[in-house]
C-alpha cells in the first residue's frame, strides 16, 4: 500500500495565466457563443428565403389585404420590402445550384459571397463554383469573383451607404417641417421617406435662389460631409502588403470553422409547406421565423457589443472589429453596429430590447421607438406600438415631435450633399438680405417656408376634392401608404342605398378599393372619418387576417 501511494504524482499547481492569454481565452469564450447563435442564423435563413419565394412569387400578400409587399413586410415583418425580394432572390437561384446551396447552409460559403455568386452561376457551373469558394475568406472570395467577372462592384448585405444629417430648428418652426413633409409626400404621390422630403425641399429652394448665390455656395460646400479625422488618417495611411491566404482555416488558424454539417432544418418539407400553405398560414411561418431571428440577433448584439469593447477581435487574429464580423458572423459592420447600439440601451432601455428579443414588436416599432422615445416613456410607446400599425405609430410619433430641437435624418453622401449646398445658398441669400448672420436653423426655415408656399399653390387646384383633403391625399385602408390612384368609395354602397354623404365616402388607393374592398378581401365599414373599422385578409372559412379599429387600432379576430 506504501509503494502504491508513493507512486501517485504529486498534484502541481496550475501555472499563472498572463493577462493577454486571459484575453484571449475571454475573446474564444465569445466567440464561442456567437458561433452557436451564428449557425442558428444560418439555417434560418435559406427557411425564410423559401417562404420569401412564395410571397413575393405568388403575391400571396394582395390576398392577406396589402397592397404591396413594401406595405406587408413593413407592418407585418418589420423589415423592407428590398430585404424580403433579396432573400427570395438568392433563395430562388440556391434551389437550382445544389451544390452551392448545401455549402451555403453547412457554413463553408457565406452568404454574403452567394449573393454575388448565384447571379453568374448555372446548374453545369454550380460543382465548379462550389468548390472555387468553399472555405475561402470574403476577402478571397470576393477577389476570385471579381477577377472573374471584372468591372462588377461586390454586393454588400446592407443597403446603400447613409450619412447623418443634422439641424437645429427652432422650436417655433418644427411645424413647418411636418408640414413640408407631408406635402412632399402628396406632391409625389408616394411615401416619400424623410430624407427624399429634405432633398425635394432642397430642390424648391435652389431653384428659386439666384445663380451666383448657388455657385458660390458650391464651392464653400465641396464634397461635405466631410469624413471624419479617423478615416482621414486611416486612408492616408499605406495599405500594408496582405499575406490573405484565401482560406479560412490558414488565415486564422486558431479558430474552428463550420463545414459539413448537416442542416437540423427540414428545408425540402419547409419547400413543400410553403408551396401548398394558405396566404394565412404562410404569413403566420413568417412571422414565426422572423420572431426566431429577432432573438437570435438581440443575443447577438449584446455578445458583440462586449466584444467591440473589449477588444476581443483582436485577440483572436481580427485586426478590426469590421473584419470580424465580415468573416465569423457573416454580415455587414454596419449591422453588426446596429445590433450593438440596440444593445448598449441597456437597463434604461430593457422594455424596447426585450419586446424586440420576445418578438412582441417588429424591428422597425422597435428601432423607431429607442430612436423617438424617451426611456422613461418606452413601455407606453411599446403597448402602444403592439395595439397599432406601424402607420399610424410613425404618425403619431411624428405628431409628437414638435417640441422642435434637431432636425435629424440619414441620406445617401449624394442627397446629403444637396441638402448642404441649399442650405449654404439659402444661408448666403439671407446674409445679403439682413445685417446679422443667418444660422443654419434660419436658411432651413426659410426653405422650408418656401417650399410650402410652393406646394401648396400648385395644389389649389385639387382643392374640389374635399374627401381627398381630408384624408390627407392617401389610402384611408390600415399599414397602406398609397398616395396616388385615390379612389372616393361609398363605404354603405350606392347599390344598396348608401348615400353620397362625406361621412359615407372614403379614400381609397386603386387596389384597396377595386381588388380589396370589391373583391371581397378587404371589408370596410362605419362613418368616416372617424368612425371605419377595417377587416383585412378576408377568406371564405375562418376569421380574416387583422381587424382594425378607429385609429388602425388591432380588434380581436
Known sequence: MRSISAARPTPQPAPALSAAALVYLRGRDADARI?????????LRPALGTLAVRLVKRRRYESLGFRSLGDYARE??????????????????????????????????????????VAHASAETDAAFAEALRGRTLRAAEALLAAAFPGEAPVRVDDAERVPVR????????????AAQELARRMAGEALPAW?????????????LPSGVVERAAGGVGDRPAPSRRASAASRRPRAPTREHGLRHEAFRGLRWPGGDAPSL?????????EHASPHALDRALRRAMRRLQRIEHDLGRILRQMLDRRLHRELGFDTFARYVEERVDVSPRTARRWVRFARLGSAGGAVANAFRAGLVTPRQAALVAERVSPSRHDEAIAFARRVTFRCLEGAL????GAGGEVAFHAPPEAANVFRLALEATRLHLDGLQPARASDGDAFAWMLDHAVATWLEQGAAFRDYADFERDGWRCTAPGCTARRNLHSHHILFRSAGGPDESWNR???CAFHHLRGIHARVVACRGRAPDGLHFELGLRPVGPPLLRLGPGEVMEAC
Open 506 to 508: 372614403t379614400t381609397l
Open 398 to 401: 411624428d405628431a409628437a415631435g
Open 196 to 208: 427624399e422630403c429634405a432633398e425635394a425641399v432642397a430642390a424648391e429652394a435652389i431653384a428659386a
Open 266 to 274: 427540414p428545408l425540402e418539407r419547409i419547400a413543400i409547406l410553403a
Open 167 to 178: 439641424v437645429l430648428l427652432p422650436a417655433s418652426r418644427h411645424g413647418a417641417w411636418l
Open 35 to 43: 458561433q452557436a447563435l451564428v449557425a442558428e442564423r444560418r439555417e
Open 76 to 117: 407585418r415583418l418589420g423589415v423592407t420590402a428590398t430585404v424580403v425580394r433579396e432573400w427570395a432572390r438568392v433563395s430562388a437561384a440556391l434551389a437550382g445550384l445544389p451544390r452551392l446551396r448545401a455549402a451555403v447552409v453547412a457554413g463553408e460559403v457565406s452568404w454574403s459571397v452567394a449573393r454575388r455568386a
